[in-house]
Each structure stands twice: as structure tokens, then as C-alpha cells.
């Protein structure tokens, strides 16, 4: 985190714990471990209006094994070179895995979601066909009584040209 001006710093959970709170910083690093995941809020304060016109904030956000300071674990565990890369590659492994595993799940999800929209519009579509064709039948019927009304009414025509017609 580099600042332009001092600045205060705050990082909330999501459960609204606050876990990191720095007052009165110019410029730092700091991180966190987290065994919880969510939306993790963070805030920069200024002190006054014209320091916050002023400041400048750039953040590098870095997670998972980009976010392991492996220098200091190594000085802790007393390992070699070699070692400590191992330990790195161990822990991309890691990553990795977890992310396939995460990535299976989501496409899990999504087949199931995938394969039940298509047995709804499959359904739909079954129940439009036969709203279709009941209605195609049932103007058909009417066809049938409206044109066996206008054959009835086709003498009763003829008697009232005959009564119009001068004789």
C-alpha cells in the first residue's frame, strides 16, 4: 500500500470484525490470514478535505500462495533454497486443487440448473402445442355451427327478396 499523504487504514471481515486498523500511515504493508471467505470491506480515511484532494492510494492485492511471505518462512524453518521452492509448488499444488475442485462444483451446479430450464421449456412447449390445437378444433366447431346457421337462414333470405321484389 503506497500514500501520497497520511492516511488511516481499516479492513472488516464479513461479519463486520474489524482486523486490521492502522491510524496516522504514509505508506506500509500489511496482510492477513483468513479462514473465513466473503466480502472483506476496506476503508482510507483522511483527516481533513484537502489531505483526501491530495492522496493518492495504490493497493496490490495478492491472495492465496502470491500473499505467503515465504522469506520469513524460511528464516523460521531454517530451509534451503531448494526447500523453500518445494514448499512454494507444494502450495500452488495446493491451490490448484482446490480451484479445480471449486470450478467442478460451480459446473455441477450449473448442468443441474441447465438440465431442469430444458425439461421446463420442454414442458412449456408440450402445453403451448395443445392450447394450439385445442383452440385450432374448437374454432373449427364454430365454423361448422356458423356456417349451418347461415344455411338456415338462406330460405328465410329468399322469402324476404321475394316480399321486396314488386310484383
Known sequence: MKLTERTDAQVEDPSGQVIYDQKN???GRFS???K???EYK???MAPDISTSRKTKISLDWKTGVAATDWDAIAKKENL???ALELMRLEETIKEVYDQMLLM???EAEMRDLNEATNSRVAWFSVFSLLVCITVAGWQL???RVIGRNFSLLEPAR???KALEAPS
Open 25 to 27: 500511515k504514509a505508506d
Open 158 to 160: 329468399d322469402v324476404l
Open 141 to 143: 366447431c364454430n365454423a
Open 32 to 34: 492477513f490470514n483468513t
Open 104 to 106: 467442478k462444483k460451480r
Open 80 to 82: 534451503d533454497a531448494m
Open 42 to 44: 476496506t476503508c482510507f
Open 36 to 38: 473465513v471467505g466473503g
